[in-house]
Nanobody, 115 residues
């Protein structure tokens, strides 16, 4: 079983930055992908960014050039550096880990961007 714990959410003004962190524990296999999804009020959950254990990244078009995903395989932690935030980025951000056809989710951290 895998546990994911997010941190780093909060309130920020438009144009500001936040850094999210997610620490994984439990049974983590060497080959896996970690990432971040978000869900805004009244909308479906959507992928923000993902990164494989080998460092290959994938970004949603709406965050390219603004957000950067990274990970520390030793510490089993994934990060999301968010710059140039705008009110449309307001959402609950969920950490995700996929391995061996199994998905694990964190409880989410709220990011609120004020205009």
């Amino acid at each position: 079983q895998v546990q994911l714990v997010e941190s780093g959410g909060g309130l920020v003004q438009a144009g500001g930055s936040l850094r999210l962190s997610c620490a994984a524990s439990g049974i983590i296999f060497g080959i896996n992908t970690m990432g971040w999804y978000r869900q805004a009020p009244g909308k479906q959950r959507e992928l923000v960014a993902s990164i494989t254990n080998g460092g290959k990244t994938n970004y949603a078009n709406f965050v390219k050039g603004r957000f950067t995903i990274s990970r520390d395989n030793v510490k089993k932690t994934v990060f999301l550096q968010m710059n140039s935030l705008n009110p449309e980025d307001t959402a609950v951000y969920y950490c995700w880990l996929g391995q061996r056809a199994m998905d694990a989710w964190g409880k989410g951290t709220l990011v609120t961007v004020s205009s």
